[in-house]
């Protein structure tokens, strides 16, 4: 088990950080938004004044050359430096990011899977990856994202939902959501970078997004969720509808409205009507 010494370095950093006002939280209201099967998702209102971050804009400088050295937690190997979420939700929030730069488009490389595998045994939780600006991506610079997590603690919201089909394969057939996601059971004994690139390759296959051998960049967008116990891929059509952008934690369970929200369509239809139609299209 891990010590959570990054989780630890992570908040005392993030204490500089905010006395330094390097660090913005967002402040939200948080509300139970009722799903299928049980499930509650987490629905976050932002309070304050939307993040550029945030905003439908054209191209955008890039945070991470250089990155804020008041955000820096530490280096990991010789290719990666992990530091805070500039505008967090969740204190410790964390960005794995590429020391040089990587598109984020790109296709993950076996050396990320072992830079995050690294993190991931001191300091576990859910890490999420979104492949670009159709999945929610806010930057272009290659960054992973860590909501850490104590051993034993719900990971998310909809963590039953993916540990039910992390046994059985894609469908090609039934609820869209179904089609759009694939997902692979995890041992967390044996999560290695290499185990964990393979993964990601297998699943990417397996939603038609393609391999790194057979094309330079990915054929579709997506979104990556991943613990101990499973990793989950979600190919992607759009960003958002009704004035909700939706990444990865969109599908964990975790959705955040803004001023240009449309609130009443979300309690009408249900938060996973939201998640499909930003998911892939029909074949």
Known sequence: M???QIWKQALACSETALAASALVPLPTSVHALAGADGLDFELRHLTGTTPKHLRAAGPRPNPFRPWDQRLAVRSVGEHHTLILN????QIGHMLLITSEWAPQSGWLMERDWQALASVDSDTTG???FNSGPDAGASQP???LQLLPRHVGQAVCPRDRWYRMRSSRPCRSDGDLLEQSCAVAAMDAAACSGERLSATYRNLCRSLGIGSPEEMDRPRHPYNILLCRDWMALVRRS???VHGFSVNAL???GYLLATESSDRD???A?????LLRQVARNHP
């Open 141 to 143: 610079h290659r960054h």
């Open 269 to 273: 239809v249900g938060p996973e009507e």
């Open 2 to 4: 891990g010590t959570e």
């Open 126 to 128: 859910l890490w999420f």
């Open 86 to 89: 500039k505008f967090p939700v």
């Open 265 to 267: 369509w979300l309690t």
């Open 250 to 252: 969109g599908f964990a």
């Open 238 to 240: 759009r960003d958002g």
